[in-house]
């Protein structure tokens, strides 16, 4: 879930029929329709923003979430399973703070596509990533 503010109206991903307007806050699940909005100018996050994201050292039984914030942030963490339902997660190195942040996921399945998302809380506000993938080796 992100938390965003619109930047100049925009329709709802759900009810199209719904136009939030400048200045209007509100908490999304549909991290898709807040990366479009995003990359439109439309809406900016109210958390921190999360770049640089990758999974890197994938092996049999684990991978490595990789991310950059340019914030304090007080909580950081990965969602991931084999579904968008994900099912686990996993507290980031360092669990708190700014800069090049790294999730280890261990204990996965050997030739498996994993589903992922990186969650960051600052000021209150949590910022998710949208849906991404990786598969093990």
């Excluded at 968008?84 to 942040?101: D, F, L």
Aim: charged residues 10%.
């Amino acid at each position: 879930m992100s938390d965003i503010v619109f930047l100049a109206p925009a329709a709802d991903s759900a009810v199209p029929t719904t136009i939030h307007g400048a200045g209007h806050v509100g908490a999304f699940t549909d991290e898709a329709f807040v990366a479009r909005l995003i990359n439109d100018g439309k809406a900016s996050y109210r958390g921190a923003r999360i770049r640089g994201t990758g999974v890197s050292g994938i092996a049999a039984t684990l991978a490595t979430v990789n991310w950059i914030v340019d914030q304090a942030c007080t909580g950081m963490s990965v969602d991931y399973g084999t579904t968008t339902a994900y099912g686990s997660t996993q507290a980031a190195t360092p669990p708190a703070g700014s800069g090049a942040i790294v999730a280890s996921l261990t204990g996965l399945t050997t030739g498996t596509p994993y589903h992922y998302r990186i969650n960051v809380t600052s000021g209150g506000f949590t910022t998710s990533t949208p849906d991404a993938t990786f598969r093990t080796a």
